[in-house]
């Protein structure tokens, strides 16, 4: 009986066909793994601005605590200001917000405002007074799960006639290049639809679709928090470390404003995220950015600079790096991981520099669990160093504020603040920020109010429990240290 036999020249040239079309497939994702990483910038993103004699700079916080009977208390300052600027403007809203939901966990901690409700309610009821207002919010699309459901805020918003544009996140660097290589090659171009998914959602309630979870891989955002609004015959910034999201609405957080020129640069700033996410500039915030601030400069009792992704490192790096011998420099910050500047902090103190850092013990994210990773591996390595350090005593909450303030002792005192947090997917141009650089006097108001933010925390100071020893959340694991170190250099991370 006969029996038919492979053909051994066609299952070789069929391997070695499949081999051929496995290596060009690699080929094809490595390519582009490299260039999502290393591509070039939007235009107009990461752009200098000048520094601007300012007037009327203030910080404003948030700081939730605990009293002397253990009663959590919460002291919040920065959304009052936001909605009083947004409540008084009537020429321009500029609004860019990071987070913009009403997403909570299951067991997180109780929401203390819905914030995301005043907030759109602000903005409609401004636009119902003042027909004639432009307003515009720019935000992330985690809020729509990356295009898998809607959002009742922006859908109210862009009812109302408030301009929403969701920012184009494809056109950003990728801080993920393993992930996000093979995603604009085989998913992007699927998009997404918001009528729902099969899986739940990884922020709370409802159901997401796949495509949402493989677009969420990429972790990358639009991180930015900040307002310009017409003021008076002027113009006002702010720059913050907070979202209007209610299951942020307990975090300690910052913000600080500022008028005049700085507050057209933040307007300038924001023109490109605009342009690249294929939406058109406001005419009133094209009229604004035209022409110079009417308010006069010497009024000014400090100086402004408006600093944006990278060039936020390169105002950290410059500010750790030029603090001399005697000169102190405080550090509260939600994640803290750039191998740069920890290694620039660690050498300032080893030169006579007086370097305090108060950190978030990343236990606690929307009623997820996390187990410390990078600011308990990084604060072994800043304690070994003679670094003090304190935690935040959190309780669901976390320590978002991201602020640098050092005090020179034959110079300005120089504070930043703003959306960044010290880690390579956010000082490396990765993700969209927004932070300001102060230069004062230390007697000036803001630099005052910034020194009792930090030593309250610092010290407990006026019977409120907000901070404990390093000895409570020392980790010294070197599993876990060499895990955060490997994900602070591939972006497999989510910090």
């Known amino acids: ?40 910038l939007p235009e107009g993103i990461g752009q200098p601005m000048p520094l601007r004699t ?19 208390h919460s002291d919040q300052q920065v959304f009052d200001e936001i909605l009083r600027l947004i409540g008084q403007a009537e020429r321009l809203v500029v609004l860019d917000m990071f987070l913009f939901n009403d997403f909570t966990g299951a067991d997180a901690a109780p929401s203390l405002r819905p ?30 799960l990356y295009g898998g459901m809607p959002s009742k805020h922006l859908d109210a918003l862009r009812a109302a006639g408030v301009e929403v544009v969701v920012t184009d996140l494809g056109k950003l660097r990728a801080p993920n290049p393993a992930w996000s290589g093979f995603w604009h090659l085989c998913c992007r171009w699927a998009g997404n639809r918001d009528s729902g998914g099969w899986l739940p959602s990884p922020f709370g309630e409802g159901k997401a679709s796949l495509r949402s979870y493989l677009s969420l891989l990429n972790l990358n955002a639009n991180h930015r928090k900040t307002l310009v609004v017409d003021e008076g015959d002027g113009w006002t910034g702010l720059v913050a470390t907070a979202n209007p999201h209610d299951g942020s609405s307990a975090h300690g957080n910052a913000a600080l404003r500022f008028r005049g020129d700085a507050a057209l640069d933040l307007l300038r700033s924001e023109r490109p ?53 005697g000169d102190r420099l405080d550090i509260a910050v939600f994640y803290f ?22 950190l978030d013990p990343n236990e606690d994210a929307f009623g997820r669990k996390k187990n410390g990773i990078p600011n308990r591996q990084v604060a072994l ?12 005593d959190t309780h669901g909450e976390q320590c978002h504020t991201k602020m640098m303030l050092k005090q020179s002792t034959d110079g300005p005192t120089e504070l930043i603040i703003g959306s960044a947090n010290y880690t390579r997917r956010n000082l490396d141009d990765y993700n969209l920020e927004s932070s300001a650089r102060v230069l004062a006097d230390a007697n000036a108001g803001v630099m005052q109010q910034a020194s009792r933010y930090f030593e309250q925390s610092w010290g407990n100071t006026d019977g409120r429990l907000i901070s404990v020893p390093y000895a409570n959340y020392a980790d010294d694991s070197r599993l876990r240290y060499w895990r955060y170190r490997f994900t602070e250099a591939t972006g497999l991370s989510s910090f």
Request: charged share 20%; net charge positive.
């Open 1 to 40: 009986m006969n029996q038919s036999l492979p053909n051994p020249t066609r299952f070789h040239r069929l391997r070695r066909w499949s081999r051929r079309a496995l290596l060009a497939a690699f080929i094809a994702y490595l390519g582009m793994a490299i260039y999502q990483a290393f591509k070039p």
């Open 337 to 358: 991981s750039h191998r740069a500047l920890v290694k620039a902090v660690i050498a300032a103190q080893q030169r006579g520099v007086q370097a305090r850092v108060l």
């Open 273 to 325: 995220v605009v342009a690249m996410s294929g939406n058109a500039w406001l005419t009133a915030a094209v009229q604004a950015t035209a022409k110079q601030s009417n308010m006069a400069a010497s009024k000014g009792e400090a100086q402004v600079q408006v600093v944006t992704e990278g060039r936020i490192r390169d105002a950290l790096l410059a500010t750790v790096e030029n603090a001399k011998t």
């Open 54 to 72: 300012s007037n009327d700079v203030a910080l404003f916080t948030d700081i939730t605590y605990l009293d002397a009977a253990g009663t959590r």
């Open 381 to 392: 390595e800043l304690h070994r160093a003679g670094v003090p350090l304190r935690w935040c």
């Open 115 to 144: 914030l995301s409700a005043e907030l759109t309610h602000a903005l409609v009821d401004r636009k119902r007074a003042v027909p004639g207002l432009q307003a515009l919010v720019i935000t992330d699309p985690i809020n729509t």
